[in-house]
């Protein structure tokens, strides 16, 4: 496999890559190993921002583990602490997987393609963010006193 150099990264990164290739260093120090790094945005927003970067495995998994009473705050720290080496290994092996495989030349543009960003996450996410309590307010409104008499029931 050939190496993956700076540019390479840049490349497929697109905005902000010198903030991810700073991060991307420390774990090449230590030879692809992990180590404690914090990404607030994959703190606050970790579903979103795994979409945002196309990490769909990852944004699967915290789209789940979102329904887990508890469990999603801790979950949380979690993304925060370890996003920066989630997208570099991912970032890696999609790099690594377009240069072998890319007519010469062409890995650039490929590379440019596949990564990135999906800039409508950030719309969506905002249409979302302010559909969640009009949800909640009607489904409180239509299925609310479902919920409070059965819970009555079983309490008398």
């Not at 991060?23 to 970790?46: C, E, M, R, S, Y």
């Amino acid at each position: 496999m050939e190496m993956i150099t700076s540019q390479d990264y840049e490349e497929y990164i697109g905005p902000n890559a010198g903030k991810y290739l700073f991060n991307f260093a420390k774990f090449q120090q230590l030879h692809d190993g992990f180590t404690v790094t914090w990404h607030w945005p994959a703190f606050l927003f970790g579903f979103w921002w795994f979409l945002y970067r196309k990490m769909y495995f990852w944004a699967a998994v915290t789209f789940l583990i979102g329904f887990l009473p508890f469990g999603n705050f801790i979950a949380q720290i979690g993304y925060g602490m370890s996003a920066y080496f989630f997208y570099y290994r991912d970032s890696t092996a999609k790099i690594g997987a377009i240069k072998s495989t890319a007519p010469v030349g062409g890995a650039s543009v490929i590379m440019r393609d596949t990564g990135g960003v999906h800039g409508w996450v950030k719309i969506v996410g905002l249409i979302c963010f302010f559909l969640q309590p009009i949800w909640i307010f009607f489904m409180s409104l239509f299925f609310g006193g479902a919920f409070f008499f059965s819970f009555h029931q079983v309490m008398v």
